[in-house]
């Protein structure tokens, strides 16, 4: 069953980063839909800040990839696929070895190479409201 978030603020992000986690413990990898500027970078980012990562977060938009590291010196890797315009551009970066690793893996645009993700990814859907410029995440 689908959970539900509606974020009025940036300041309600944390509690649905750590939402997010406590439902989907066991799980590494996360598929994050949404349209431009909707927020998938700026919840990767609160997600990331709950797992201890150090590094700053940005968008790989350009890198297709960034690595970081938590506190225990664990990598989490994060993708931007916005720039992908077909499926070997992936498989040329070995995209095989960081989704298989155990480690966190976060994607943004996933639609682009989806058929090529594991079937336990899971899927986060960032919508912005039109009313009062809400997020409402859903996974």
């Known amino acids: 069953m689908a959970q539900k978030i509606i974020c009025k603020s940036l300041q309600e992000l944390p509690q649905a980063a750590q939402a997010l986690l406590q439902v989907h413990a066991d799980k590494r990898l996360f598929a994050f839909k949404g349209s431009m ?69 976060f994607m943004e645009w996933p639609e682009k190479i989806e058929e090529l993700l594991p079937p336990n990814a899971v899927y986060i859907s960032i919508e912005e409201d039109p009313d009062d410029e809400s997020r409402i995440i859903q996974f």
């Not at 916005?82 to 966190?104: F, M, P, Q």
């Open 37 to 105: 500027g909707a927020g998938k970078t700026t919840m990767i980012k609160e997600i990331c800040a709950a797992i201890g990562v150090e590094n700053m977060v940005n968008s790989p938009t350009f890198s297709i990839i960034n690595e970081y590291f938590t506190r225990d010196g664990e990598s989490v890797f994060h993708f931007d696929f916005y720039r992908i315009k077909k499926k070997e551009e992936v498989l040329d970066i070995g995209y095989e070895d960081y989704l298989y690793s155990g480690n966190y893996c």
